[in-house]
């Protein structure tokens, strides 16, 4: 099914939005996704995330969280076994099943850490901007010649403006 909305406005006036775009416009986001195990994603400051997974019944062992290219996948395995060893079920209420859970990651989003504690388990999320993306002061320089003093050239005369002005 595709959007009632049209992005080609925004499409026209971003750059780099495009895998965004793509989501939004396939659906992606909208479509029925499994709800086990439950969830909470908390902003804990402007670059501070946390992602905590009610996982009780499951160990350090059982769960695999991997990070790669925008998106961390967290993956529990129980085994088989375990549930014959308890005897048998008048009604089993906790859940206690795989599961595989994805999570798309933004740009320059990076896991810090993973602590399973009382049944929870907490993956710390951070936005790492590098140096090279951060705001920066664009100094505007001419291309006149006739600016560039004859005795100097145009790179040291570069250099002197910028300490007058720092």
């Known amino acids: ?6 992005f080609a406005p925004y499409r026209r006036s971003t750059v780099g939005f495009d895998r965004l775009f793509d989501m939004l416009e396939n659906g992606n986001m909208g479509q029925a996704q499994e709800n086990y195990p439950p969830f909470d994603l908390i902003k ?10 009610a996982v009780a019944g499951f160990t350090r062992d059982e769960i695999d969280i991997t990070s790669q290219q925008n998106q961390l996948i967290v993956t529990g395995r129980k085994s088989d076994e375990s549930s014959e060893k308890e005897g048998d079920f008048i009604y089993r209420g906790i859940a206690n099943r795989s599961f595989e859970r994805r999570f798309a990651l933004a740009d320059h989003i990076q896991v810090k850490g993973a602590d399973l504690k009382d049944g929870l388990l907490s993956i710390e999320l951070v936005r790492e901007i590098p140096e ?3 705001p920066r002061k664009i100094n505007i320089g001419g291309s006149d010649k006739s600016a560039i003093g004859k005795d100097q050239p145009a790179s040291k005369q570069t ?3 910028q300490a007058e002005h720092a």
């Open 132 to 134: 090279a993306m951060k």
């Open 1 to 6: 099914m595709r959007s009632a909305f049209d």
């Open 159 to 161: 250099v002197d403006a």
């Open 44 to 53: 804990k400051g402007d670059n501070d995330y946390c992602i905590q997974l």
